[in-house]
Each structure stands twice: as structure tokens, then as C-alpha cells.
């Protein structure tokens, strides 16, 4: 029998080991991409149009197409995700229809995202005749993001303490009035950290926008805005592929003999933007807190 | 405390729940009627009648889980969504306690003060202004002169009158509390409830809480749960004593403290249990 002085420092170092394991793949996998991936960087790279045959090829409109297509998706689910978290957290009661409506939303969150693409294909592609298109593709994302982003901010709702509550309402203020103007600044820091981190998810999604937001980058002409315009960069009806998807193709179906280059590039491009998000939450989530709270 | 020999044993035979204040000068401004409070179908309060003398402080002492608390919070109809309370609650001369009630202009005439400080998470001058802002006070002259009278009153002004625009989670417990006080009666209530306002304060901070309640009845008519016995005795003019959901007797402070009618109120008050 070991004592229990032998049996924590078994217990601490099996779990340093465990930790460090953890880290040592995460570090190992990130050198790789970097390592492999930051030499392809270049101005040009990041905003030369892909070439389909010919090598020295960027990924500039994949690379707006992510931005376009994030930020779309997140002005459709961002609304309507704080709309159902403040309604599940703040009014409703608990009984079954909550409960249901929570049970689909964790059933929607474990959704593989290629099923998320198909029944965006069937529904926004084929069905209300949008085409392989940005808008098509931010539904299909809307999807795949709201379940986790209302989660999420419900998560943010829930870390502010209940006694704030009371105090607005011992105030005389409507329930209405002390969620937006006492519990939503409270948790604006840790809102903005969700959905950013979320931002981040939707940034890197391939599987649900192979078949709505498609696979071609038709050329763009970013001197025209004119969102009507067939080759205008804020046109939501042109099909627009993704950094993301970007990477699947040509490592399935990529025949430019710097294909593999192009890949490593691009991996790189969307690991760093997507350390880039991690970072920017944690940082603005404490200006933010600083800000509001006038800590 | 001595032990009185004649006190009622039979606490259902007692009829004495009920003391209208006799005081002219302090006439009634709160008063339950036939009051019972459920959680879900577990009865917490019944029969809760008292009369509540304005610009005096009367406290609600007890044992844990007497239902002392339940009661206050149900004074401004806090429990609305977490329990059904049932009776009357006459403010004056209106039932508060009905559906009809706007129940947030109400709550800007009871104010309530909370066991744990709970500051908003803005600026100290913020946590006493904003209500007002959202009531259509806009005025730069007239916020600065609330927010100051306020202050003084809670005893607070000199402490942070170089820090308004500092965040109101800096301050130290007392002075968090002191806060929750000014924002109270920022808003003008009649009446203040405090549910065990200094539980999570030291002595120092207790006795200078006390001090501002005293001060505060000239304004104020005050209810307040404890379960320091002393700080009732210090404080108040009339004592209820609930337990196990009942209240059992309600007098002057005095008359509880040296003549309790009934044995259990005499056990609690001189420390036997509870």
C-alpha cells in the first residue's frame, strides 16, 4: 500500500504527464502547418485569384469569401442566438417546452456539419432556388453556428449573478429593462469572447458549404460594390468558394503542380487567422469588461 | 435575560398576532392581511397579519427557515415568479398584492436592500443614476444633486466623492452595501426592506450600517430581517418574531426583549435556540 504522500505525487506527475502529452501533439501539429505553411506567404499569395493549371496561384478571393461569408452568417445568427438565449435564460420557465427546446438545440449542436451541408443543399440550394451561393452557404452556416453561439451566450447569461437581477428589479425596473440594461452589460466581455471563438469555428467550416456556398471563385472585381453586380465582391448570390474549402478541393482534385504548396499555404493563412480570433476575444472581451464596468 | 414564568405555552391559543401601532405619530403604512405564501403547494407563510408604523423601524427576527425573509420579500412582491402569495398587502389604503398593480412603480415606493451587497457592474455614480435615467431624469444638475443626497444619506459621500466614475465592484463590502442603500433611496421610496443587510459585514461596518438606518427612519419607514438579536434590540422600535412560518408575536422591541408572551419568542430571544 502507498502512502498517501507517494500516492499524490503518483497522481501529480501521471497528470503533469497527461497535460504535457496533450500540448506536446497540439505544438507538434501546429509547428507542422506553420512550418510548412508559412515559406508559401506572400503579399501575393494572400491576394493573387487562384489559378486552376498553372502554378503561382493565391487564394485572395477564397480568402474574402471566408470574411464575406463569416461575417454574413453572423449578422443572421448572432440576433437571433441572443434573442432565444435572453428568452431561455431570463423568462422562460422551466417546464417541458423549455426543456424540449433546449433538448433540440443540444441535438442541433452535435449535428455533423456535412449533414448541416446537405440539408442546406436540399433546402436553401434546390428548394428556395438560391443557388450555390454566399446566402445559401450563411444559412447553412447560421445552422451550424446557432445552436453552440446560443449555448454559449445563455453559458454568459448564467455567470452573472442573480442577486443583480433583484437589484434591478428591487429598483422598479421591467424585467425587459434590467436584462438590457444591467445583466447585458455585465456579459457583453463574455458574450463578445463566445461569439468570436464561435467566429472562429465558422471561419474554418469546410463539409457545410461544399454544397451551398459551392466551390468556385468566380473572379471579382473589387473596384465595383454594386451588390447587384454579378462580379461585385458584396454580390450574396454568387457562389463563393472558401479558404476552407479551398484546402479540401485541391488536396482532393488540385491539378496546378504547386498544389501542395498551395495547400500548406493555405492552412497556414487559416490557423493564423483563426489564433488571430482567439487572441482578439480574449484581449478586446477584457478592454470590453474594463470599459463597461469602469474597472 | 431571565426566563418569564407565566408565558403562554399553547402558542394556537394565541391570539395576540396582530398590534396595531398605537402611536399617532406614526401611523400605519404597510399592513398584511391574511397573508400566506406557497412554494409550489408547500405552505412557507400563513396567516403573516402585521401592521408596519411609518418612519419607525421594525424588525423580523427568527430562527433559520422561519419564513422571515420569504414574508419582506414578498412585502414588494419579489416572489411574483418564485412563489404564490396570497392576502392582502395594504399600502396606503391599496392592495398591492393584486394582479392589477403596476408592480414596478410599486417597487420605486418599497424599496428593497439585499443580504449580499450586489453593486451593478458600472460606475458608483451609474449605480445610483441609471434608474433615475431610465424614470426620464435627465438632467446633468438634478442627477449630480440625487446622486450626492443619496450618498450623504447612506453615509457614503465622503468616502467616494473623488471616485464616482470608478466602478462600483472596487468598494469594500460596507461600503458596497452603503451603495445598494443610496441607490435604494435614490429612487424616493416611502418604505425600505432590508433582508439581513449586515449578515456579510464585519462589526465595524455593522455598527456604522446601524448608525445610517437611524438616521434614515427621519425619511423612512424600515423593515428589516436579522438574525442578530442585538442589532434588533439596538435598532428597532417593534419586533415580530416568526418561526416555522407563523408569526408568533409582534410588540414593541422592549416587550419581546424583557415580556415575551409566549415560550418559544422567550427561548429564541435569550438564546436557548435558534
Known amino acids: ?295 | 435575560m431571565f426566563l418569564n414564568n407565566d408565558v403562554t405555552q399553547n402558542t394556537e391559543m394565541l391570539e395576540r398576532h396582530v398590534v396595531q401601532p398605537a402611536d399617532p405619530e406614526h401611523p400605519t403604512i404597510l399592513s398584511t392581511e391574511d397573508l400566506h405564501v406557497y412554494y409550489g403547494k408547500k405552505e412557507a407563510i400563513s396567516e403573516g397579519d402585521l401592521r408596519f408604523a411609518s418612519n419607525q423601524i421594525t424588525a423580523l427576527i427568527g430562527p433559520s427557515g422561519s419564513g422571515k425573509s420569504t414574508f419582506l420579500r414578498s412585502l414588494n412582491r419579489m416572489n411574483d415568479r418564485i412563489a404564490t402569495v396570497t392576502g392582502k398587502i395594504m399600502y396606503r389604503g391599496v392592495d398591492i398584492n393584486q394582479p392589477a398593480i403596476d408592480v414596478y412603480e410599486m417597487r420605486r415606493r418599497v424599496g428593497m436592500v439585499f443580504q449580499r451587497p450586489n453593486p451593478f457592474a458600472k460606475s458608483i455614480y451609474d449605480n445610483i443614476a441609471f434608474a433615475l435615467r431610465l424614470r426620464g431624469v435627465t438632467d446633468k444638475h438634478d442627477l449630480d444633486e440625487i446622486v450626492e443626497t443619496s450618498l450623504k444619506q447612506a453615509a457614503l459621500w465622503n468616502q467616494v466623492k473623488d471616485d464616482l466614475n470608478k466602478s462600483a465592484l472596487a468598494l469594500s463590502g460596507g461600503q458596497a452595501q452603503r451603495l445598494c442603500i443610496a441607490r435604494a433611496i435614490a429612487v424616493k421610496p416611502d418604505i425600505l426592506l432590508l433582508d439581513e443587510p449586515a449578515s456579510a459585514l464585519d462589526p465595524v461596518s455593522t455598527s456604522q450600517l446601524e448608525d445610517t438606518l437611524l438616521e434614515l427612519k427621519q425619511h423612512y419607514s424600515i423593515i428589516i430581517v436579522t438574525h442578530n438579536m442585538q442589532q434588533a434590540g439596538r435598532i428597532s422600535e417593534y419586533t415580530a418574531f416568526f418561526n416555522q412560518g407563523r408569526v408568533l408575536e409582534y410588540d414593541t422591541t422592549s416587550q419581546i426583549f424583557t415580556n415575551p408572551q409566549v415560550q418559544i419568542t422567550s427561548d429564541y430571544v435569550s438564546g436557548n435556540f435558534g
Open chain 1, 1 to 295: 500500500m502507498m502512502n498517501p504522500k507517494t500516492q499524490n505525487k503518483v497522481a501529480i506527475g501521471t497528470l503533469y504527464g497527461v497535460a504535457g502529452l496533450v500540448v506536446l501533439i497540439l505544438l507538434a501539429l501546429l509547428g507542422y502547418i506553420l512550418v510548412s505553411g508559412l515559406p508559401q506567404l506572400s503579399w501575393h499569395f494572400l491576394t493573387a485569384p487562384a489559378k486552376a493549371f498553372l502554378k503561382g496561384g493565391g487564394v485572395g478571393i477564397q480568402l474574402y469569401n471566408s470574411f464575406y461569408l463569416l461575417i454574413l452568417a453572423m449578422l443572421i445568427s448572432f440576433p437571433i442566438a441572443l434573442g432565444a438565449a435572453i428568452y431561455l435564460y431570463e423568462y422562460a420557465k422551466d417546464n417541458w417546452v423549455t426543456t424540449t427546446i433546449r433538448t433540440a438545440i443540444e441535438i442541433l449542436s452535435s449535428l455533423p456539419s456535412v449533414v448541416v451541408g446537405l440539408f442546406g443543399f436540399l433546402f436553401f440550394v434546390v428548394k428556395l432556388n438560391l443557388g450555390f451561393s454566399i446566402l445559401s452557404g450563411a444559412f447553412a452556416l447560421t445552422f451550424f453556428n446557432l445552436p453552440l453561439l446560443t449555448r454559449s451566450i445563455e453559458d454568459s447569461l448564467r455567470t452573472i449573478d442573480t442577486t443583480q437581477r433583484e437589484g434591478g428589479l428591487a429598483l422598479g425596473l421591467s424585467r425587459w429593462e434590467t436584462v438590457t440594461r444591467v445583466i447585458l452589460p455585465a456579459a457583453v466581455p463574455s458574450i463578445l469572447t463566445g461569439v468570436i471563438l464561435s467566429a472562429g469555428r465558422v471561419f474554418g467550416e469546410a463539409a457545410a458549404l461544399i454544397y451551398t456556398a459551392g466551390q468556385s471563385a468566380p473572379a471579382l472585381d473589387f473596384t465595383d460594390w454594386n451588390p447587384f453586380n454579378i462580379s461585385s465582391p458584396l454580390n450574396p448570390m454568387r457562389p463563393a468558394e472558401t479558404l476552407a474549402v479551398h484546402i479540401w478541393k485541391i488536396n482532393s482534385e488540385g491539378i496546378m503542380p504547386d498544389a501542395k504548396a498551395i495547400s500548406s499555404g493555405s492552412s497556414a493563412v487559416l490557423v493564423l487567422a483563426i489564433l488571430l480570433f482567439n487572441f482578439a476575444a480574449r484581449y478586446l472581451g477584457k478592454r470590453l469588461y474594463k470599459r463597461l464596468t469602469s474597472a
